[in-house]
């Protein structure tokens, strides 16, 4: 029952350490000494020494070995790389969530993917006083609804998630539609749906998000109320949300074929889009919608 305990003080501690030694090394103008870095963050040496040799283990550290000093490892840069790429996607894709918007008339979200979970990076709401609200940091699981097949699709699957599963409800109610579910529906079709799938009240649409190198690691989507967004305006909406995918996965780099649409240039350009305040949520700032 181990995994059930909860992380004691000392545990808590030790992890808060570990991060001011980094925020140390970062602030430091020349690599530091032990001695240097025990002082900088009120430790013990043998204290810091057991820290530094945990971090470097991770790669978030690295030692001289001729000058016994210390600097921020490599895979310290990967994550600063990771942070700039969300915010790279963030200012490519608003113009391209806004149009879409207008087009759709629905709530665009952009999610992206965090291991077995997804978290919503921005949305830009429906001008319906009834419509869809996603708030922006909300953490979904990768089991359930359009984003979740959407990248499990076109990405890794789930850990312990089986290629082929029998067909829930959902997928039936999709298929009797003319709408496509599962996994290999998906990569061919290029998007997956959701009807009321993951929320009662709520019908979503997503399509994958292609960076340079063909990976998949987030999805553009339109949800709004089923009784206003079901099958017929999902059609409708499908060609739009892949055409916009595209448009930001090009962004990225992208330069292969989107699946479903057999000629780029045979679909319509989406319309400028005005810039309103305040009608994007990003960070912690959000507003309720109308019940749905």
């Known amino acids: 029952m181990r995994n059930n305990v909860l992380p004691d003080r000392n545990s808590v501690q030790a992890v ?34 057991r820290l530094l040799t945990a971090l470097e283990k991770k790669g978030l550290v690295e ?35 806004r149009a879409l918007r207008d087009q759709s008339g629905e709530s665009v979200v952009l999610q992206v993917r965090a291991g077995d979970q997804h978290i919503c990076l921005a949305q830009v709401e429906s001008r319906h006083e009834i419509r869809r609200h996603v708030a922006v940091g909300q953490v979904f699981p990768l089991t359930r609804g359009a984003t979740a097949l959407v990248l ?18 959902a997928d039936r109610r999709a298929r009797a539609a003319g709408l496509p579910r599962g996994l290999a529906a998906v990569r061919a079709a290029g ?6 799938e993951r929320e009662p009240g709520v019908s979503a649409i997503a399509a994958p998000i292609f960076d340079a190198h063909g990976a998949v690691w987030a999805a553009l989507v339109v949800s709004g109320p089923a009784q206003r967004f079901g099958p017929t305006r999902m059609r409708a909406v499908a060609t739009p ?22 000629e780029e240039a045979g679909h319509p350009r989406l319309a400028s889009a005005p810039t309103a305040p305040g009608e994007v949520r990003r960070g912690s700032r959000a507003t309720r919608s109308a019940p749905q």
């Open 16 to 49: 808060e350490r570990a991060a001011d030694l980094l925020f140390a090394l970062a602030a430091a103008p020349a690599a530091p000494a032990l001695r240097e870095l025990a002082h900088a963050v009120g430790c013990s040496t043998s204290t810091v020494l």
């Open 241 to 262: 949300l892949r055409t916009a995918a595209l448009a930001i996965s090009r962004e990225q780099g992208y330069r292969g074929a989107y699946p479903g649409l057999a």
């Open 63 to 97: 030692r001289d070995p001729l000058t016994r000093r210390y600097s921020l490892g490599p895979r310290v840069h990967a994550l600063a790389s990771a942070r700039s790429r969300g915010a790279d996607l963030y200012a490519r894709a608003l113009p391209h969530m």
């Open 191 to 196: 998007y997956a749906v959701s009807l009321e």
């Open 152 to 169: 499990r699709a076109f990405g890794e699957p789930a850990r312990g998630e089986p290629e082929d599963t029998p067909p829930s409800l």
